[in-house]
């Protein structure tokens, strides 16, 4: 490429650079256009045929109903979780020393490394009915892992994993610890200085951590549809039941569901710019 | 995603605080906290990797590769691969002009476009196959248009790429918008006034500078195209031989109970995509 543009006569400085800035934004927005916006604008219109009374209806189905509200409550569980776990795996990573810290660091990146599909194999492969662990769980204590909601949770914390850790660690690494060294000399004890002093600093990285698993979770489908299976009002998400309507031709139920969980992950990928762009200014000043 | 993902040990975690002796309290303190963390990772992430190792070797390695030798194995496999590897080509060219214009060009609605950008790493991969059956389907809108050129997208490897490529959308242009934004424009305009042309300036003073979040970005895309699974099988159909890939396979084959292929074709494709972002972090950090 630099060749021909090195042949190329010399133009006065910034002479052509209207019309290639130009080309670039052309391709770059009607790349965009095509990739996400049309595919969007269908589903909605679809969603929307039989207005919004329809799609309500269609999502208040009892199927449809308990598809979203397992969605909702496993994401909501595994974002709790997640969000002490992580908070608590990046300070540990930040603040102590000991051997074998530069792995575990590296085993948080492995999720996001490992095709969902893949982890959900993974589980069953462990907590399976027919594996060892999975019917002593069963035998011994009556738990049920995989096609029950402890398999979705389960899945959806391995994959979400990095997300709390990877925003805090950065925040917890730049903080200033004289804050709580004065804390420290003042008397108080180590969970107030935790409380009082280190987690104020951090609810804005834990926040859009937690936020941004949660959206992620919703949408999950490769690891849940091997862990949880596809059994309508026990173990169905939103996402497989948008498989089952797709399979089963009905498309209102497949729209709505699919409209519902757009607005969502929409929703919160907004908030979570929106509070972002508010740290990035308040930095700036 | 993974720019913090390294950290040399800081020196502020090593040295003790002045001024305060640590406490046998704190001392205890530390290791409790230490050994949850790590009890965490290695029920939540490595049992489940052992786990699958293991599940793949039960009957030994020379059952793996018969599994893995059979020609609807291999072909499956081998339709991930060219579909992520036009994945990506797609992505280096218009992923790399999204990131340009979004971070030099000022227009009306660039924040809203900020955010669609995200929105593939939310959006659940069945509605966006689902998205794509709507608009090529059978039913579609578009139907007529597509039969009259004698185009098939839905059910055929065209819609399974464009689904991919909508998934892995993200990655490039979010892995290039930071570099760009840091490069800044002051040598471009150096270049400029040196009188080298839109396209010289581009490949010879902005490209190298952006080459690691570039081969970064490709990495990424790469390994989720490799992963894909509910979007290319809603848009796919997964048929045996003809729109089945590597993840399609392992769900067919745990379906049919046929564990040893079901496991050994996860095992290998966890690996593949393990290696390759591993590998591009190693660069990365040897870059660094």
């Known amino acids: 490429m630099n060749t021909i543009a090195s042949s190329w006569p010399h133009p006065k400085a910034g002479a052509s650079s209207p019309w290639g800035r130009r080309g670039v934004r052309t391709v770059a ?53 997640n969000t002490v776990m992580g908070m ?6 930040v603040r102590y020393s000991f051997p074998g810290k530069a792995l575990l660091n590296g085993l ?7 095709p969902t599909l893949v982890t959900g194999v993974m589980l069953v492969v ?43 660690q950065p925040v917890l690494q730049s903080l200033d610890r004289e804050q709580e060294e004065a804390a420290a000399t003042l008397g108080a004890g180590p969970w107030t200085i935790f409380r009082r002093v280190t987690l104020p600093a951090l609810w804005l990285p834990l926040t859009t ?50 409209v519902v969980m757009l607005m969502l992950a929409f929703g919160l990928i907004l908030v979570v710019d929106w509070l972002q762009r508010g740290r990035q200014t308040s930095r700036d000043e | 995603m993974t720019a913090a993902a390294h950290h040399p040990p800081s020196a502020r975690s090593v040295t003790r605080r002045p001024g305060r002796i640590s406490l046998p309290m704190d001392v205890w303190r530390r290791r409790l906290l230490i050994a949850i963390v790590v009890t965490y990772v290695t029920i939540l992430v490595l049992a489940p990797i052992a786990a699958l190792i293991s599940g793949a070797l039960a009957d030994g390695i020379g059952a793996v590769v018969r599994a893995l030798s059979q020609p609807d194995v291999l072909s499956a496999f081998w339709r991930t691969l060219s579909i992520a590897l036009i994945t ?17 060009h000022r227009f009306p609605g660039r924040w809203l476009l900020n955010g669609l950008i995200d929105l593939p790493f939310a959006v659940s991969a069945v509605v966006v196959g689902y998205m794509l059956l709507l608009l090529f389907g059978r039913t579609s809108l578009l139907a007529p248009v597509l039969q009259a050129l004698n185009l098939k997208v839905a059910f055929a490897l065209p819609g399974m790429i464009l689904a991919t490529l909508f998934v892995t959308l993200p990655f490039m242009v979010r892995e290039l918008i930071p570099v760009l934004k840091e490069f800044g424009v002051e040598q471009e305009q150096a270049a400029a006034t040196l009188g080298a042309s839109g396209w010289q300036t581009f490949w010879l003073v902005t490209f190298p500078a952006l080459r690691w979040g570039f081969i970064y970005g490709l990495t990424l895309t790469f390994a989720r195209a490799l992963g894909e699974f509910g979007a290319v099988l809603v848009i796919g159909g997964g048929v045996q031989g003809r729109t089945e890939t590597a993840t399609l396979y392992i769900f067919r084959a745990l379906d049919e109970r046929q564990y040893v292929g079901a496991y050994s074709a996860a095992l290998v494709l966890g690996l593949i995509s393990l290696a390759i972002v591993l590998g591009s972090d190693l660069l990365r950090q040897k870059e660094k």
């Open chain 1, 29 to 81: 927005l009607t790349y965009l256009t095509v990739m996400l916006i049309i595919p969007l604008a269908v589903i909605f219109q679809d969603g929307l045929r039989a207005g919004l009374g329809g799609l309500w209806q269609s999502i208040l189905s009892p199927i449809a109903w308990h598809a979203l509200k397992l969605t909702l409550w496993t994401a909501a569980v595994m974002a709790i979780i």
């Open chain 1, 88 to 93: 608590l795996t990046a300070y540990v990573l």
């Open chain 1, 108 to 114: 948080v990146d492995l999720p996001l490394a490992i």
């Open chain 1, 126 to 168: 462990l907590y399976g009915p027919q594996t060892a662990l999975g019917s002593w769980l069963a035998r011994e204590f009556g738990w049920r892992i995989i096609f029950a909601p402890p398999g979705i949770i389960l899945a959806l914390l391995f994959i979400t994993f990095p997300f709390v850790v990877r925003a805090v």
């Open chain 1, 209 to 258: 951590g937690t936020l941004l698993s949660f959206a992620r979770a919703i949408g999950e489908f490769g690891a849940i549809v091997i862990v949880a299976g596809n059994i309508p009002l026990r173990s169905q998400t939103a996402a497989v039941y948008v498989l089952g309507e797709v399979e089963s031709e009905n498309r209102l139920g497949a729209s709505a569901m699919s």
């Open chain 2, 88 to 104: 990506v080509v797609v992505h280096s060219i218009c992923g790399t002009a999204l990131a340009w214009v979004l971070v030099r």
